[in-house]
């Protein structure tokens, strides 16, 4: 186990390092000048001379290698540089925005899962009927729907049926947590509406291929109740690619929060992202992406080491 | 066998259900009245019109003789109002009520200094003033703010500003002169990006400092002769040459007074935490949290040195950038208003708000956002050929732009947009008139003779570029059939970032440069509705807009001419003589096609709203109450 765990994290540091080179040159390589952006803004006039005394300021007039060396070199200390936007360190306002987005993300997968995993196991002990086609309805309309556009209708239905919208703002966690909740089930149930549907059907495929296993007809003869036999036999095996699933749909759902945390006003790292990204604000963009890469890459790999402790075939291998 | 199992799945299912269920019904109770059934008691009284209001004193009535500003130059141009009335209000101003507002984007300053960006001016301007600022009820006309009146002298090249006095900031320090010329300093120092903060610098003399190269010195060396303390409250500016256009441009909400006691201990204004730890601002409103991506806050400055405003008790700005979210939240009533004469909504789905909200909110115009035209980059061919470019001016259809891309919000202009000839004249001339009328059918006929003339009977291949924002690609979409149908113009049209766009079109800057792209589609936005922006946007070398530097003499000595007239007829007439010239296109780079309109929604019981004549500026909110 632990030279499967060295090997996977070994793994690890090149792979941050070539985010960080793909970051840094991808943003390069794209059109589009900070300081013009910043002169422009709403088609606002400048002249040469600003345009050329902000490129100084900003540090974008040096060439290339000195600025990701200085990235890089910042990164490390835990300094992601001072934003080209609000003037402001990137840290100050990434402090504030991850949690938030952690959270949306924790509910977002949280619901999907407490959701689709006894969905996902009723429509494979009930097969063919009612529930499952049910199931299988809901699965593939979930599936099918993409994330920003399941969020405008939950939003729609709500203004349409109830003339009701969760509470403008958003409230601390810890300050209040009724209206925190309040304000972030809707976008969560949003959010996590495809993963509920993925993870449902991944669990029923998965269940039902392990109820058809030996070792279950075994616990039945031995006189196992039926709970038991589902749920210590069944379920616990059946939950090693769901655990897969989970962790890669984790990531991905930050992939969706940037959508999600638009259409409902959540001061989250993905709306952070949209508005870096229209504002060319390149040290914002690159810490959003690396930290998000790096939260993919570490949640990726305590996956691969949790596999690797469940099922012992796996570190042998 | 399976029966144990089901029912635990089956109450687990039910929990999930009814938690989810909860949450939403434990929310549907209505939003809370904003008005605020807490306010206090004296809250609700009636008070009499704001003294400072009366006693701020617009420039007619100081002396001397010669005008203390000059008046604005042009009427601006006139176009029906398309919303009905406010009603009238059912008694005077009430104070009290919190006031939910949308903005259409995150801040980007807290600071003036170099802000260009009207996200940001919303949010700054309620906590400063300025020292001149636009009547809140005649909109056009320059007023006090915190000076209470000023002179000009003879030949107009100086203004002395004779400030309130007894104004303190929220810190107790009191607001002087020093604090005056510190931020004005700041303003005009080349140093410093101008944005729309220093947009007078075009007409005060320069700011010079050490050294200008490289920054590496960016002390003032001339100040006393640009702005000059005189005593606590009195401050002189000093212009390079007679503006009636420059006053304008210090009342704009970007030309904000600072503390200058902070500003001098090197804290960052910019930065919110620092305004709300060291609480030195002088507006209505004083910032209470701001929690960015999501909203900020202001609560009424109980010491506004402006009796009796401003009206609302607090003010919460949430930052919906989404349309539909926008469109949401009104219909559910959860917001106010939009703080802005911007929502990112189209004109439509203006309208169909104020439809499906069944009036409960307005959609007031703002007709003086942007100018629109097609830039030709003169530097290459064909356009090089002023006979081409002739012929595009005759063959473009305003109205179909207008109807089609701007959803026929906006009207066709031409270069001076009704600053100088009325947009009812300017409607007559050759290009203008609508394709399917006979004086439209000899224009087309014209262009093609042109083009024929040119040496293109059938016209050429072209790229068109926009940026992908607002309603760029329309546009152009719908001049790239009007040129194919009429003139055999064709070609794709390409789509960049915003940022992309404006560095492609920089390309053609450099002297030696062709530039990279051919045609492109965009608007230069107006701060103030004056002729002079419109020079310095796109007719003059180095102006926003023209990236060819296009330059001629005669465009230079009418815009030399005019802007030293202090007479509004006679400069009006020059610019009408310079607008006729630049319409003929016997040579010009922009082509000018519409003027949008802009709209503020706001709730019918929200009263003292008078539309501003362009978008960027009336952000303070002292005089909004709520008539409930």
């Known amino acids: 186990m632990r030279q499967y765990a060295i090997k996977r994290i070994g793994l690890f540091i090149p792979t941050v390092l070539l985010v960080t080179v793909i970051v840094f040159v991808v943003m390069r390589l794209i059109p589009g000048d900070p300081a013009l952006a910043i002169l422009s803004a709403d088609d606002a006039a400048y002249t040469e001379d600003e345009l050329r005394l902000l490129r100084i300021e900003l540090g974008t007039d040096r060439p290339l290698v000195v600025q990701y060396i200085d990235w890089v070199s910042g990164l490390v200390r835990g300094d992601f540089g001072t934003s080209f936007w609000w003037g402001g360190p990137v840290m100050d306002r990434l402090g504030e925005r991850i949690p938030v987005t952690i959270e949306l993300a924790v509910l977002g997968i949280g619901l999907a899962v407490v959701c689709a995993v006894p969905l996902g196991v009723l429509s494979a002990i009930k097969p063919d009927s009612p529930i499952d086609y049910l199931s299988r309805v809901f699965t593939l309309v979930g599936i099918s729907i993409p994330t920003f556009f399941s969020g405008i209708l939950l939003t729609l239905i709500l203004i349409r049926s109830f003339g009701w919208l969760p509470p403008l703002g958003y409230a601390d966690i810890w300050e209040d947590p009724w209206a925190n909740v309040k304000q972030l089930m809707l976008p969560a149930l949003a959010l996590g509406f495809y993963d509920m549907a993925f993870i449902a059907r991944v669990t029923r495929s998965s269940m039902m291929e392990i109820l058809r296993e030996d070792y279950m007809r075994t616990a039945r003869a031995k006189g196992l109740a039926e709970r038991l036999v589902l749920s210590r036999h069944g379920l616990k095996n059946a939950v090693l690619p769901i655990l897969t699933i989970s962790g890669w749909q984790f990531g991905r759902l930050f ?38 890469a790096l939260s993919i890459v570490v949640i990726n790999l305590l996956v691969d080491l949790l596999y690797g402790w469940l099922d012992p075939r796996i570190r042998y291998a | 066998m399976l029966s144990s199992l089901k029912p635990a799945l089956i109450v687990g299912l039910v929990i999930v259900t009814l938690m989810l269920l909860g949450v939403a019904c434990g929310g549907a109770e209505a939003p809370a009245a904003s008005t605020g059934a807490s306010a206090p008691a004296e809250a609700t009284e009636t008070p009499a019109q704001p003294a400072a209001q009366a006693t701020a004193v617009p420039h007619t009535a100081t002396p001397p003789p010669e005008a203390t500003v000059r008046p604005t130059s042009t009427p601006a141009p006139t176009i029906a109002a398309r919303t009905a009335p406010t009603p009238l209000p059912s008694s005077g101003p009430k104070h009290g009520g919190t006031v939910r507002m949308a903005a259409y984007a995150d801040t980007k300053d807290w600071d003036p200094l170099g802000s ?31 000076a209470e009146s000023w002179e000009v002298n003879p030949d107009g090249t100086q203004y002395t500003f004779h ?42 003399i320069p700011v010079e400092v050490v050294n200008i190269t490289d920054k590496t010195d960016c002390t003032v060396t001339n100040a006393d002769q640009v702005v000059r303390k005189i005593d606590d409250l009195t401050v002189e500016f000093n212009l390079a040459f007679a503006s009636g256009a420059f006053i304008k441009f210090l009342a704009i909400d970007y030309a904000k007074v600072l503390p200058g006691h902070l500003l001098e201990q090197g804290i960052d204004l910019n930065q919110s935490e620092n305004i709300l730890a060291h609480g030195a601002t002088s507006g209505p409103f004083i910032l209470e949290e701001y929690q960015s991506g999501n909203h900020y806050k202001v609560n009424r400055n109980p010491d506004y040195f402006k009796d009796g405003l401003p009206y609302f008790d607090r003010i919460e700005h949430f930052i919906i950038t989404t349309p539909a979210t926008f469109i949401a939240q009104v219909e559910a009533g959860q917001v106010d208003m939009a703080n802005a004469a911007a929502n990112n909504l189209t004109a439509t789905e203006n309208y169909d708000l104020e439809t499906s909200t069944n009036s409960e909110y307005v959609a007031h115009d703002v007709f003086g956002g942007a100018t629109r035209g097609l830039m030709l980059n003169i530097k290459r061919e064909p356009f090089d050929n002023h006979l081409v470019r002739q012929a595009i001016n005759l063959a473009v259809d305003r109205q179909k732009h207008n109807a089609r891309a701007l959803h026929g919000a906006g009207r066709g202009h031409c270069p001076l947009v009704g600053l100088a000839n009325s947009l009812e004249e300017c409607e007559s001339w050759p290009g203008m008139r609508p394709k399917d009328t006979p004086g439209g059918q000899e224009d087309i006929a014209k262009a093609q003779a042109l083009m024929a003339e040119a040496g293109y009977p059938d016209g050429f291949e072209v790229q068109y570029t926009v940026r992908q924002v607002g309603t760029y690609a329309a546009e152009c979409s719908v001049i790239k059939q009007d040129l194919e149908e009429y003139l055999g113009i064709t070609g794709p049209i390409e789509t960049l970032p915003s940022a992309a766009g404006y560095a492609k079109y920089g390309t053609a ?3 030696d440069a062709k530039g990279d792209w051919e045609m492109a589609c965009q608007a230069d936005g107006m701060t103030v509705y004056d002729v002079d922006a419109i020079y310095a946007g796109i007719f003059l070398k180095g102006a926003t807009r023209n990236y060819t530097d296009w330059e001629t003499p005669e465009v230079n000595g009418w815009f030399e001419e005019q802007k030293v007239e202090l007479d509004p007829e006679k400069r009006r007439v020059i610019n009408m003589e310079a607008e006729r010239w630049l319409h003929d296109f016997s040579n010009n780079h922009w082509v000018s096609l519409t003027l949008g309109r802009n709209f503020w929604v706001i709730h019918r019981d929200i009263k003292g709203f008078h539309a501003p004549d362009t978008v960027q500026y009336g952000f303070k909110q002292e005089h909004l109450w709520f008539d409930r």
């Open chain 1, 255 to 292: 992939g969706g929060t940037v959508i999600i945390e638009k259409i409902f006003l959540i001061p989250g790292v993905g709306q952070l992202l949209i508005d870096a990204v229209y504002q060319r604000d390149f040290p914002t963009i690159q810490a959003v992406i690396v930290i998000v």
């Open chain 2, 116 to 146: 260009s960006s009207l996200s940001s001016v919303i949010s700054y301007s309620q906590l400063y003033n300025q020292l001149v600022q636009f009547d809140n009820v005649d909109t056009g006309l320059v007023v006090g703010d915190l």
């Open chain 2, 163 to 204: 400030l309130h006095d007894g104004v303190t900031w929220t810190d107790g320090e009191a607001l002087d002169a020093d604090d005056v010329v510190t931020s004005m300093l700041r303003y005009g120092n080349p140093c410093n990006g101008r944005g729309r903060s220093g947009l007078w610098r075009q007409y005060a």
């Open chain 2, 509 to 511: 800057r450099p002297p």
